[in-house]
């Protein structure tokens, strides 16, 4: 049932458009961008890997991914495998922060976003 409700939410989510963002404290340069919002979260729950893009203003584009084993480039991130599994325990009713919130938030620790504040209303 968990399982059903995590895919159900993941399809829901696919589709509203993303209205959080990351206004960034330094913009990233070549070219500037100071604002990154969410463009597509990619999951495989067969080998345990998510798959994170997001865009800046100018229309460059991000990404991450989260495999299981961990990347070399990202020794210190979590695996898929442990993000997917804190997220289909995680709380998204109340004041807790939404699910593109908590996204961001992962990717500013993992180091892939620079600091920032994330502004926005959850649709």
């Known amino acids: 049932m968990k399982k059903l409700l995590l895919v ?5 989510s696919g589709v509203v458009r993303a209205q ?5 404290t330094s913009p990233i340069t070549k070219p500037t961008v100071s604002t990154l919002t969410p463009s597509k979260l990619n999951f495989d729950l067969r080998a345990n890997q998510i798959y994170v893009e997001w ?3 100018t229309g460059e584009t ?5 495999s299981t084993p961990k990347p070399v480039d990202h020794p210190s991130q979590p695996t898929g495998a442990a993000l997917l599994t804190t997220l289909n ?3 998204f009713a109340g004041a807790n922060p939404s699910f593109i919130k908590r996204v961001l938030q992962e990717l500013q620790t993992d180091g892939y976003i620079a600091a ?6 959850p649709q």
């Open 89 to 91: 325990k995680m709380n």
């Open 20 to 24: 959080e963002v990351v206004n960034l």
């Open 62 to 66: 991000f990404s991450a991914n989260y």
């Open 55 to 57: 865009i800046g203003e």
């Open 8 to 12: 159900l939410v993941l399809v829901v």
């Open 116 to 121: 920032g504040t994330i502004t926005g209303t």
